[in-house]
């Protein structure tokens, strides 16, 4: 099994007014909470509430990808985005490895 695909959290203060999934649902234990932090357990809220969803258009996309072709990076951000891959690809918790699609995405995100 391959990883082509990148993964990244982002946390919102409570004042921002997001619902906060994690600390409304049942405490768990052991390997259960590992996963909880990662895994997305519903499109609602506990309260019913539908969450909403981050969704581009295709206009918006079409928008976003020209202008990521005109984008150059700098040698230091290469530097630092090959060093962010050769740790993930080395770290023991990454299993199979990263793939080159998945470097290209990373840096694809980062223009």
Do not use: C, W
Not at 35 to 46: E, F, I, K, N, Q
Not at 55 to 83: C, D, H, P, R, T
């Amino acid at each position: 099994m391959q990883n082509d695909l990148i993964f990244i959290s982002h946390y919102h203060e409570p004042k921002d007014g997001y619902v906060k999934l994690e600390n409304e649902s049942r405490q768990l234990d052991g390997d259960r909470a590992s996963a909880s932090s990662v895994l997305d357990r519903s499109a609602t809220s506990p309260k019913g509430q539908k969450v909403q969803s981050a969704a581009f258009s295709e206009q918006e996309l079409s928008v976003f990808k020209k202008a990521v072709s005109q984008v150059v990076i700098s040698a230091e951000m290469k530097s630092y985005l090959f060093n962010v891959t050769v740790f993930l690809r080395m770290h023991r918790a990454v299993g199979s490895g990263i793939t080159p699609v998945a470097t290209r995405h990373l840096e694809t995100l980062a223009k």
